[in-house]
């Protein structure tokens, strides 16, 4: 049994690997909710946080959805800011009333959507979904560090490079702006928070195309190895984007980059979401 490094009060209910830290469940959020403002910063996100914001959870992350509300309500105090929720339909009901008791909550609304295999396809889909059903103009959306990677691995093996973007921390479209001010948050942080709080959701959920590999690459290494993929990935990007500039254009649905000629200046993934009538979103 370890005391929190940190309180040296409270009793340790995680390790925190990336500091050596022993921490107890109030200082291991103080910790995500650090990392999270700090992004704000560090990729430029403060932009224009006063009134609405809207926090759309992955389906893949409903296991961890009432921990993500909870971290993005707090980082979010001392702004003017209102917090509603786009979240998927299988979150239970009670989970979201006892949030509601406790965080200042808005509008909360519910989607479904087609699932795919490939994540950076996946991301593509839900910022279109919500570009349509946001009751705000300001939207977060938590990708986190390790899948970022996933990501990465995803686009490449698709031979589809332009959708490493998905790892970006900001991304305009239409009158919508999507911020990531999870990317430096590592999963492994959030689900021992959620393990901590006794809010991890049982629900099911599939695994992406390589995703079985990220244990096997991140396990028993340091934390430099997590940012490090990352900065390739960024290079990758910008060199994408110096070389290959005319040919690069960005979707109008849901802001991905695509190469190539687009019909209608819609990205291949939102075309096919738009003529596709069994692709039911909502
Ligand atoms: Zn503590
Ligand atoms: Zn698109």
């Known amino acids: 049994m370890h005391i929190c ?21 109030k200082c291991l959020k103080k910790r995500l909710v650090k990392y999270i403002k700090k992004a704000f910063k560090k990729y430029g996100l403060a932009g224009p946080r006063v009134g609405e914001i809207v926090l759309l959870i992955p389906q893949h992350h409903a296991q961890i959805a009432p921990a993500l509300i909870e971290l993005v309500d707090a980082a979010e105090r001392g702004h003017a800011t209102t917090l509603h929720l786009l979240i998927p339909q299988n979150t239970p009901n009670n989970i979201l009333k006892d949030l509601k008791l406790s965080l200042n909550i808005g509008v909360v609304k519910h989607y479904t959507i087609e699932q795919s295999y490939y994540f950076d396809v996946q991301v593509r889909i839900l910022r279109h979904v919500a570009v349509k059903e946001s009751t705000a103009n300001t939207i977060i959306m938590p990708i986190m560090l390790e899948e970022g990677l996933l990501c990465l691995l995803s686009a490449l093996a698709r031979a ?22 999870f990317l430096d948050v590592s999963l492994e942080d959030v689900y021992a928070y959620a393990r901590a709080k006794k809010r991890l959701l049982r629900i099911e959920r599939h695994a992406y195309f390589l995703e079985d590999l990220l244990l096997a690459i991140f396990e028993d290494r340091g934390p430099e190895l997590r940012y490090s993929y990352r900065r390739v ?36 993934v939102c075309q096919r979401l738009k003529v596709d009538s069994n692709a039911k979103i909502f």
């Not at 490094?5 to 469940?25: I, K, M, N, P």
């Open 5 to 25: 490094t940190v309180c040296q009060r409270e009793q340790a209910v995680y390790y925190h690997r990336f500091s050596g830290d022993y921490l107890c469940a």
């Open 160 to 181: 589809k490079p332009a959708y490493i973007d998905c790892l970006k921390p900001k991304i305009e479209v239409a009158d919508k702006v999507f911020l990531n001010p």
């Open 233 to 268: 990935a960024f290079q990758l990007l910008d060199a994408l984007k110096a070389r290959l500039e005319n040919l690069v254009s960005k979707c109008h649905r849901c802001g991905g980059l695509e190469i190539g000629y687009v019909e209608g200046g819609i990205c291949r």
